[in-house]
């Protein structure tokens, strides 16, 4: 693998030991990337141009870190940044659009450009650089958030599960609106151990998050063997934001929204997915999650993807 020069002191040696931000702007004919060029680099060589990068601490978490670097390497502060893929040694992020126009620059730097994707892609050298540039492009800037169910919602739920991609993942099979308030109706009891949500993207209800304690759900529970754990359930019902990288935000949005503000310090955020189920597998991975073996769950087998909090979010939790 390519060795990502990096500029800073002894870095941590678990993945991702480094981060790249890659931080746009919105502008009338498409986003413009922020690139900065490496103090004494040769002009257009490898490393001299690429988006705001550099190491992990020995015991920083990885997203503070990532903040750090960003603010470190541009002077931004406040700025929103969504994974794209942790699931590697370089983790690659994203910001929101930003309005800030000129970076502060620090030592490391000497020039800044603005450039659309096509132009960075150019600039980006070694082609691992440029490939983090093509992948974000193709991420549409969303809001993300979240409602919570209301009995209104059964008829759109029956819609949903007549989707082909939801209903062996998701629904299993599919619903009358009078068979999802069936399955549904429990939980808009706030007691119910589940809490079940419904996924806006752009104020649009497009699909479901849902939570529980593991220590409420007993196959959980005997499954992970900690009942501190929460446990996550999430799926994008309309297909026009499926496949644009999004999942890794979307499990994210689910983390920082709803989990943490329910219980802080979980021991772990808990997935499970069925066999072949690659986008999500893939999503969590994305995500930050890591594979820990198989499980029954209800009968079923299933794959365990567990998160740290501690370790990705550390205080900003
Ligand atoms: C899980 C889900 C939310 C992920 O969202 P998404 O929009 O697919 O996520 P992303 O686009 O960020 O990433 C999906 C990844 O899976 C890959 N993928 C998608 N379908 C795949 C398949 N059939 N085989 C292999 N990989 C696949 C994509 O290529 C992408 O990986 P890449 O970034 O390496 O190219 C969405 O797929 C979904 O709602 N699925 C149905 C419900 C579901 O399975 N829920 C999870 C239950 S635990």
Redesign the pocket.
């Known amino acids: 693998m390519t060795a990502i020069p990096l500029d800073g002191p002894s870095c941590a040696d678990a993945p991702p030991n480094s981060s790249t931000v890659v931080t746009r702007r919105a502008t009338e004919t498409g986003f413009e990337y922020l690139l900065l060029h490496r103090s004494h680099a040769v002009n257009t060589g490898p490393w001299a141009w690429t988006p705001p990068s550099g190491q992990r601490l020995p015991g920083e978490a990885v997203h503070p870190a990532a903040l750090r670097r960003l603010h470190e390497g541009t002077g931004l502060t406040d700025t929103e940044i969504r994974p794209v893929d942790l699931g590697r040694n370089h983790a690659l992020w994203m910001t929101r659009d930003i309005t800030a126009r000129r970076p502060v620059l620090n030592h490391e730097h000497d020039d800044y450009i603005w450039v659309g994707a096509e132009e960075s892609t150019k600039l980006c050298q070694p082609s691992i650089v440029a490939s983090s540039m093509t992948t974000v492009d193709a991420i549409p800037d969303v809001e993300m958030d979240f409602r919570s169910l209301t009995d209104n919602d059964f008829a759109l739920l029956s819609q949903w599960s007549h989707r082909r991609?939801?209903t062996p993942?998701?629904f299993h099979r599919a619903l009358t609106t009078t068979g999802a308030a069936d399955r549904y109706r429990a939980c808009l009891d706030p007691d119910h151990p589940i809490n079940v949500h419904i996924l806006r993207i752009n104020g649009v209800d497009v699909?479901i998050a849902q939570l529980a304690s593991v220590a409420d759900l007993p196959d959980h529970l005997a499954a992970t063997g900690k009942s501190d754990d929460i446990a996550i359930?999430?799926?994008?019902a309309e297909r026009r934001?499926?496949?644009?990288?999004?999942?890794?935000q979307?499990i994210w949005s689910i983390i920082c929204r709803l989990v943490m503000p329910r219980q802080p310090t979980p021991a772990r955020v808990v997935?499970?997915?069925a066999r072949g189920?690659?986008?999500?597998a893939?999503?969590l991975h994305?995500a930050g999650f890591t594979t820990d073996g198989t499980v029954q769950l209800g009968g079923r087998r299933r794959t365990m993807h567990c998160f740290n909090p501690g370790y990705w979010l550390g205080n900003n939790q």
């Open positions: 991609h939801l993942a998701w699909g359930g999430f799926a994008i934001w499926i496949g644009k990288g999004l999942g890794p979307l997935a499970f997915t189920n690659r986008a999500s893939r999503a994305k």
